[in-house]
């Protein structure tokens, strides 16, 4: 069994897999908007598409509801990705209905691509989002699919689709004869 550490989410270590969309610390990174009522920060993320002209690939904004995993640890047995698509993730907090609960981490499972097309399984990484956080895959990156930590989450997601499911996206199980892996929450329960 081998277990991946968790590290917090921020632009810097998740850069080579895509962007985070956050609200800057910075306060020159935004603009006054709204007659004064509210602060603008653009150009986050570039959503994206390499579908070919005639393919008929549309934008989809769509809804994930994240029921959270109660495993632990976290068993990693899938990786997808979409080769022709960025993917955005934005958490739109609690599932219809609920009140707020508290605590609304999830986790982004991401891994690099070996020259032969496969994830780089030895090599996954694991970011803890916070509220606020957003997040949008390059294309072609390896993730898992979002893991909600601790309720029910809504996400609006942003991925362009062709309605060919090979080309949409394509999805990765680890060798059978090598070790299972598990996400490691030791530090942030």
Same mark, same amino acid.
């Given at each position: /069994? =081998?277990?991946?550490?968790?590290?917090?989410?921020?632009?810097?270590?998740?850069?080579?897999?895509?962007?985070?969309?956050?609200?800057?610390?910075?306060?020159?990174?935004?603009?006054?908007?709204?007659?004064?009522?509210?602060?603008?920060?653009?150009?986050?993320?570039?959503?994206?598409?390499?579908?070919? *002209?005639?393919?008929?690939?549309? $934008?989809?904004?769509?809804?994930?509801?994240?029921?959270?995993?109660?495993?632990?640890? &976290?068993?990693?047995? /899938?990786?997808?990705?979409?080769?022709?698509?960025?993917?955005?993730? &934005?958490?739109?907090?609690?599932?219809?209905?609920?009140? @707020?609960?508290?605590?609304?981490?999830? =986790?982004?499972?991401?891994?690099?691509?070996?020259?032969?097309?496969?994830? @780089?399984?030895?090599?996954?990484? $694991?970011?803890?989002? =916070?509220?606020?956080? *957003?997040?949008?895959?390059?294309?072609?990156?390896?993730?898992?699919? /979002? &893991?909600?930590?601790?309720?029910? /989450?809504?996400?609006?997601? =942003?991925?362009?689709?062709?309605?060919?499911? #090979? #080309?949409?996206?394509?999805? *990765?199980?680890?060798?059978?004869?090598?070790?299972?892996?598990?996400? @490691?929450?030791?530090? &942030?329960?």
């Amino acid at each position: /069994m =081998l277990f991946i550490q968790t590290t917090p989410l921020t632009q810097e270590a998740f850069s080579r897999y895509g962007q985070v969309m956050q609200h800057p610390t910075k306060t020159q990174d935004t603009i006054m908007a709204n007659a004064g009522t509210a602060q603008r920060t653009n150009h986050l993320a570039e959503p994206r598409s390499a579908f070919p *002209a005639g393919s008929g690939a549309k $934008a989809n904004f769509c809804v994930f509801r994240c029921s959270p995993i109660q495993s632990r640890p &976290i068993p990693i047995g /899938m990786l997808e990705r979409h080769p022709y698509s960025t993917q955005a993730f &934005i958490p739109m907090g609690p599932a219809n209905g609920m009140k @707020d609960l508290g605590r609304a981490r999830y =986790l982004v499972v991401v891994a690099s691509t070996l020259p032969d097309g496969t994830p @780089d399984w030895p090599r996954l990484e $694991a970011f803890l989002a =916070l509220p606020g956080q *957003a997040i949008q895959y390059t294309m072609g990156t390896w993730h898992h699919p /979002m &893991i909600s930590l601790d309720r029910t /989450m809504d996400f609006t997601c =942003l991925v362009w689709e062709s309605g060919v499911a #090979e #080309e949409n996206c394509q999805v *990765a199980h680890p060798p059978s004869n090598g070790p299972s892996y598990h996400i @490691d929450l030791g530090k &942030i329960e």
